[in-house]
């Protein structure tokens, strides 16, 4: 038969699904470590043997072989813009939605102590924007200036004000800076244009990332890697939502994704204010956002969870806990494999997970406050309205291995302790209990329709 393979090189394992096309079903999944650090190849064909076991006597005849990569720190992105809450925050969501991880977002005009620092942190990317369309030309282009001057070897999209592209062509042609120029994150005040950027970003990481990352010799057994990871959950996320023109969607949705490092947050919705007299302010919303918490991890990062969450916030879960909370979280992080056993274990591994979800679903959605006027009460929503959000999806190890998913999910909604958080009131939770949202992203690609239709198949109730 027929069948696409869709591999996920992850930061820990590799993961892969194999896709029968006749019949539109997952004919198996298989894991194991990633070794990116000697050859990738190595956690590969270990995986690939547990899922031709999986497949059993079937005779597979894999037509395509798409890949992911968070492998290696994944996608790292520097963002310059010009003011912190406008254009360097347009371009810090640009590089999000791209699949990156941001090591810093810098504003105004650079200082040699900022280069300094920006070569320190080894961005893969920088994104380089600033001003609006006919606006403020002078920052960007100083800055492009002190980048070609002293950091020449890291790729560069360039997506500010577009009066300002062809002076900063001149710079980086002379200095030999490989940049690619695209569509201002932020064309004029407050609208944000982060689609162009994103795809230039991905691009690059497809021609110079993979090959930096020492995972060239996956690209001779596969079609390429297309995209990072996290991009990819969010391609099958809005594909989920959106459909297709052949294949409806099911409509607006959140994921969270919790990790050992990590807790991602991806929504597909317009985040309108939906109560009447609310009025917007700040900057507009991506309709596809990301967010990503780095101190929010299981495993790695379950220390700086431990500080975000505090005490009494994750006791509120375990009240009858035996464990010291906060020994119990570095003990977590200094033995990032392993997996729990006991009653306890459990309990305390969904209680974090709880935690994760209720801090990242804050950080993620919009806030409504009220202020008062001489016309009475105003009220006013910064970010987005997930309020009736239809689906909230979860998927990550702790969900995935969860018992009771539905209790872990259900810390990320609405809640009068804190009703100026706009999260979700009464979604239909769901689970993705075959880890299948990043290959789903990968199969959008080239079989939106069949990608469609297998997540509404196996993404199933929690």
């Known amino acids: 038969?027929?069948?696409?393979?869709?591999?996920?090189?992850?930061?820990?394992?590799?993961?892969?699904?194999?896709?029968?096309?006749?019949?539109?079903?997952?004919?198996?999944?298989?894991?194991?470590?990633?070794?990116?650090?000697?050859?990738?190849?190595?956690?590969?064909?270990?995986?690939?043997?547990?899922?031709?076991?999986?497949?059993?006597d079937k005779e597979v005849n894999f037509v395509k072989k798409l890949a992911c990569s968070s492998a290696a720190g994944g996608l790292k992105m520097v963002a310059i813009g010009l003011v912190p809450e406008l254009t360097a925050e347009a371009a810090k969501r640009a590089a999000l939605g791209a699949g990156a991880r941001i090591l810093g977002v810098y504003s105004y005009e650079l200082n040699k102590h900022e280069i300094?620092?920006?070569?320190?942190?080894?961005?893969d990317i920088i994104l380089l924007a600033g001003g609006t369309d006919g606006g403020n030309k002078d920052c960007i282009i100083h800055n492009a200036k002190l980048l070609a001057e002293y950091i020449k070897d890291v790729p560069i999209v360039v997506a500010g004000n577009k009066n300002a592209n062809d002076e900063i062509e001149?710079?980086?042609?002379?200095?030999?800076?490989?940049?690619?120029?695209?569509?201002?994150?932020?064309?004029?005040?407050?609208?944000?244009?982060?689609?162009?950027?994103?795809?230039?970003?991905?691009?690059?990481?497809?021609q110079k990332i993979v090959e930096a990352k020492g995972?060239?010799?996956?690209?001779?057994?596969?079609?390429?890697?297309?995209m990072p990871t996290p991009a990819a959950v969010l391609k099958a996320a809005k594909i989920l939502a959106d459909g297709t023109d052949k294949e409806e969607g099911i409509g607006e949705l959140v994921i969270v994704d919790i990790g050992g490092a990590t807790t991602d947050v991806h929504s597909i919705a317009k985040g309108d204010p939906s109560k009447p007299g609310v009025t917007l302010r700040g900057l507009q919303e991506p309709y596809a956002k990301r967010t990503v918490e780095g101190d929010l991890g299981m495993r790695v990062s379950a220390m700086s969870l431990f500080e975000a969450a505090g005490t009494r916030r994750i006791k509120k879960y375990i009240p009858n806990t035996k464990y010291d909370i906060e020994e119990r979280c570095k003990f977590l992080q200094q033995n990032v494999n392993i997996i729990p056993q006991t009653e306890e274990e459990y309990e305390f591994d969904e209680a974090l997970g709880m935690v994760a979800t209720e801090i990242a679903m804050e950080r993620h959605v919009g806030t409504i406050e009220s202020v008062?006027?001489?016309?009475?009460?105003?009220?006013?929503?910064?970010?987005?309205?997930?309020?009736?959000?239809?689906?909230?999806?979860?998927?990550?190890?702790?969900?995935?291995?969860?018992r009771n998913p539905e209790k872990i999910l259900k810390a990320g909604l609405f809640t009068m302790e804190t009703p100026n958080y706009l999260k979700p009131t009464n979604p239909v939770i769901m689970?993705?209990?075959?880890?299948?949202?990043?290959?789903?992203?990968?199969?959008?690609?080239?079989?939106?329709?069949?990608?469609?239709?297998?997540?509404?198949?196996?993404?199933?109730?929690?």
Do not use: C, W
């Open 372 to 402: 008062y006027t001489p016309m009475g009460i105003i009220y006013s929503q910064v970010g987005k309205d997930l309020l009736n959000v239809k689906y909230l999806i979860g998927t990550g190890g702790v969900l995935v291995h969860s």
């Open 431 to 462: 689970i993705d209990k075959t880890y299948i949202l990043s290959a789903m992203g990968l199969l959008a690609e080239e079989y939106p329709d069949m990608a469609v239709r297998i997540m509404k198949k196996y993404i199933v109730r929690a």
């Open 170 to 206: 001149e710079i980086f042609n002379s200095a030999g800076v490989f940049y690619k120029i695209t569509e201002n994150v932020m064309p004029k005040l407050n609208t944000i244009n982060v689609e162009p950027a994103r795809e230039v970003i991905r691009n690059i990481f497809m």
């Open 116 to 123: 300094e620092e920006i070569k320190n942190k080894r961005p």
């Open 1 to 56: 038969m027929d069948a696409i393979l869709l591999i996920d090189f992850g930061s820990t394992y590799t993961k892969l699904t194999a896709v029968d096309i006749e019949n539109e079903e997952i004919l198996a999944t298989a894991k194991d470590l990633t070794t990116v650090n000697t050859d990738i190849m190595i956690g590969f064909n270990k995986a690939y043997e547990k899922l031709l076991k999986n497949i059993g």
């Open 215 to 226: 995972m060239k010799n996956a690209e001779n057994f596969i079609n390429g890697i297309l």
